[in-house]
């Protein structure tokens, strides 16, 4: 009978394990997932306001706020820059400025789009800089978007005036259970 503890069969054995372990260990689920833009068109006080006044810090200006302001807003999202194009979604949510320099807000935003075949809604809440583009989590999706993972990326086109636009970047990943969402 063979000695099962010989050097080179437990040499050989623990090199097929950890080639075996290696091999699962790098296995990778296909995630289905979802790249795209949008352009989200404001308008100041029609469809965005101040609904509380900051407390400190530069005055309202074209890209600045007093710490503490509330700004809510419900805008447009279209498929390209110019705020006559094909409205595909909404944002809506609240914003607080939270720097004393005036530039950076915490943001809260829900997402409805309706585009591709797909509806739905995503959740937001992050840190948003006015003049650079800023990454946010989507913690949350509802319909075609449940279980849904990822971030968007929120960056100025046009803060000139009383129309402003931002570009939307959304990166969607949804999980290997979550098999059931269309694309």
Known sequence: MANLFNPSFVFLLSLFLAHQATATS???HDLKSLH???YQQETINKTGYIVVNGVAGPPVGQTTTPFGTVFVFRDHLTLRANASSKVVGISEGTSITSALDGLQSISVAKITLKM??????LSILGSVHNTRASKL???GGTEDFMFVQGYIVSSPVDLQGIDVTY???????WP???SFAKF
Not at 167 to 173: A, D, I, T
């Open 26 to 28: 790098h296995h990778h």
């Open 36 to 38: 795209f833009s949008l």
């Open 116 to 121: 591709k075949g797909m509806v739905g809604s």
């Open 137 to 139: 989590p989507v913690v």
């Open 167 to 173: 570009k939307v970047e959304f990166h969607l990943y």
């Open 176 to 178: 290997p259970y979550a």
